[in-house]
Every structure is written in structure tokens, then in C-alpha cells.
């Protein structure tokens, strides 16, 4: 760390969990807030929480040099982590792995670097961490970010309508190739509880099926819209499927990390075993593409460079307050506060009576049931 003014307030800023597109754009929202208001100086730690157990000398001053720009890009300038939770954290003692709690070092080593308020931009698992240290001393305000928009309580995250413009880009690209071919072509997106990317990535683009993890489907309901689809000529059809989907009679698809640390299992397949269904029920070409990462990636587009500049403003504003252990959310067009222990309440998934689910069932979308 340099440049320390002594009679500055300091603000600890970090990314945690998975990248997305607008990430950048909180960060130097947030800088360009403190540096108008005049008496708070921005530190970023790199790769989140692990920065400040394992380097702390590597906490950056943000300052508007440093951010100038900086909203169009993809990923974020501070590293991210989704392996670095500090309430168990992996170490190895007397030869055994094992996960230690360091949160209470953790928050010491923050105070003791000067810092009075930290801002954690990120999605449900570290908002969990965040309240957690919230609860245990530490003074900190969150953001929400993930492209699978499945916070509580927040209509919208930083990253999920860019995901949506990738994701049906590319489920645009492929029909006109399934048409070509007379195939059905299988596209795999994100989505780990919520199936928010798929619904609107396939209402978007027009597909004929959409698989989320909120509906398990029954692969009789996919094999009458595909019969019927193929019966009256039209002969092709695109599914679009949520890596977290899965059969009525069946689980998800899904496999453990090698990598230390990372708590959840690594979804990836569900495309693939509907694809040999299929051409085992129906003898059908089936393509599958799976969009995986690149769905993170990319230049934000214009929507969440606009909300990751509001959050980073509002949330920076909670820190003036001291309002502690709160977040700002999108709800019905407007930007509020609300505690971290409400947006980590429950997950955000799609309630079944959801306007999105009722016009595509009203448009004769299959949605396996
Ligand atoms: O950001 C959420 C998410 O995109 C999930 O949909 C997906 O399962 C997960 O991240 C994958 O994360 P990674 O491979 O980076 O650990």
C-alpha cells in the first residue's frame, strides 16, 4: 500500500466468487464517488479475501488513474476467487488438508491496515461470507453480481443482461444452422439453481424448448414437441437447457472440483445426456453446444454499465452512512438498500407463476412438463 493520508477515511474494496461483465464498472463507480466526495481513499485487494490473509502488501490504491476506462471491460481489474472462503479456509496441518475458520484474523489484519469500511462485490456464497463477518465485527456493504441473477431480492445483477445478449447471440447463430440441416441442435447455458439466462436467452431468440432447474422435465413432453415439430415439416428445433436443469425422475449432471477450497459441484452435461435421449427415442441429428464461460465474458453491455454505476454510487453512499451490513438492490426500478441477511435468505429463483413462464407456455414453448 502507498500514498496513505492520515486523514482520510480508507475503504477496502474486493471481487469474490465468479467473474461477469461489470464488475469494472463498480469499481470505479465507487472510486469516482469517494474521490468526489473528498474524504475517503479506495484499496482494492486482489483475489478477494485470499489477497488479504496471504498478501496483503499487494492492496492497491484505486485511485481515478488507475480506474480511468475501465467500465467496458470484461472480468475485473482486482482478480476474483471462488475458492477463498475465510470461514473455511483449506491449510494443511501436521501434513493433514484440512479448512480452518480465519474470519477473526481476517477482520483484524483489515483493521489493522487502517481500513474502516469494506464494499464485497459479489453473488450469493459471499454475501453469506459477508454477513457472517458483518455478524462478527467487520463494517461492510455488498453489491450484487452474478450472471445467473439468482440473488434474493434484487430484480437484477451485475453481469446477467450481458449473459443474456451471449447467450442469445449465439442460440441465434445456431438455428439457422439446425434449419439447414433439419436438426435439433441442444445449447447448454448457466444457470446453477435459477433458470433466468435460459428463459430469456430462449424467449429471446425463439427457441422451441426451455429446460430450467425450476421445472424437472419430463423427456415423454420434449419427444411430442419434437415429433410434432419434425411431423409437420419444419424439421428442425433448438432446446435451450440450464446446466442446472434436470429429468423428473433424475438428478443434475455434475462432477467434484479437483480444486481446493471450491465448495460447490462443477455442473456441465445436462446437454449432452437429453442429446442421447433423444437420438435414441427419435433417431434426430442432435448437435449440443455448451456456452460455459463465455457467457461470463465480454464487454458489459449498456444496462449494466449503468447499474454497476448506480450500486457502486449507492453502495458507497451506505458506507458514509455507516450503514453496515446492507446491499443495493434493483426492485421495481428503483435502487434501495436492503440487510445482507434478507438478500441471503433464500435463493432468487423463477416463481413458477412468473410472467416469463406464462408467456412461454402462452407461445407453445416446451418447457418439459
Ligand atoms: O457465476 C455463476 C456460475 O456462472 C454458475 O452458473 C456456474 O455453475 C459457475 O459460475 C461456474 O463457475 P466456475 O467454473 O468459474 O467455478
Redesign the pocket.
Known amino acids: 500500500m502507498n500514498e496513505v493520508d492520515n486523514t482520510m477515511k480508507k475503504l477496502l474494496l474486493l471481487t469474490s466468487?465468479?467473474d461477469?461483465p461489470g464488475l469494472n464498472g463498480v469499481i470505479r463507480a465507487v472510486v469516482k464517488a469517494a474521490e468526489h466526495d473528498g474524504n475517503w481513499q479506495v484499496y482494492g485487494s486482489r483475489r478477494a479475501y485470499c489477497g488479504v490473509l496471504e498478501k496483503p502488501n499487494d492492496i492497491i490504491h484505486l485511485t481515478s488513474e488507475v480506474v480511468a476506462g475501465i467500465h467496458v471491460r470484461g472480468g475485473t481489474i482486482l482478480e476474483t476467487v471462488?475458492k477463498g472462503n475465510p470461514t473455511a479456509f483449506p491449510a494443511e496441518i501436521a501434513g493433514e488438508q484440512v479448512f480452518i475458520d480465519r474470519s477473526d484474523e481476517l477482520i483484524s489484519i483489515i483493521k489493522q491496515l487502517g481500513f474502516d469500511a469494506v464494499i464485497n462485490i459479489g453473488?450469493d456464497g459471499s454475501h453469506r461470507v459477508s454477513q457472517h463477518l458483518f455478524e462478527h465485527g467487520l463494517n461492510i456493504v455488498g453489491v450484487p453480481k452474478?450472471?445467473?441473477n439468482d440473488l434474493y431480492g434484487t430484480d437484477y445483477t451485475i453481469g446477467f443482461q450481458t449473459a443474456v445478449d451471449t447467450a442469445t447471440e449465439a442460440i441465434d447463430r445456431l438455428i439457422p444452422t439446425a434449419q439447414s440441416h433439419n436438426r435439433v441442435i441442444v445449447t447448454e447455458v448457466?444457470?446453477?439453481d435459477a433458470g433466468w439466462i435460459c428463459l430469456h436467452s430462449a424467449i429471446a431468440a425463439g427457441a422451441e424448448v426451455a429446460l430450467i432447474p425450476e421445472i424437472p422435465y419430463d423427456i415423454e413432453a420434449i419427444k411430442a414437441k419434437l415429433t410434432s415439430r419434425f411431423d409437420k415439416g419444419h424439421g428442425f428445433a433448438n432446446i435451450v437447457i440450464s446446466?442446472g436443469a434436470k429429468p423428473v425422475a433424475g438428478g443434475v449432471v455434475s462432477k467434484q472440483s479437483n480444486e481446493l477450497g471450491?465448495e460447490?459441484p462443477?455442473?456441465g452435461g445436462i446437454a449432452e445426456q437429453l442429446a442421447s435421449q433423444i437420438r435414441v427415442a427419435l433417431d434426430l441429428d442432435v448437435r449440443v453446444t455448451v456456452l460455459g464461460?463465455i457467457?461470463?465474458g465480454g464487454t458489459p453491455n449498456a444496462f449494466d454499465r449503468v447499474l454497476a454505476a448506480e450500486f457502486g454510487v449507492q453502495a458507497f453512499e451506505l458506507v458514509k452512512r455507516g450503514q453496515f451490513g446492507f446491499i443495493p438492490v434493483s426492485k421495481d426500478g428503483e435502487i434501495k438498500p436492503i440487510s445482507l441477511k434478507e438478500a441471503t435468505s433464500e435463493y432468487r429463483v423463477i416463481p413458477l407463476e412468473h410472467p416469463l413462464i406464462t408467456s412461454a407456455r402462452a407461445m407453445g414453448m416446451c418447457l418439459g412438463e
Request: glycine share 22%; charged share 20%.
Open positions: 466468487g465468479g461477469c471462488n453473488g452474478t450472471i445467473d448457466m444457470g446453477r446446466e471450491y460447490n462443477v455442473l464461460h457467457q461470463r
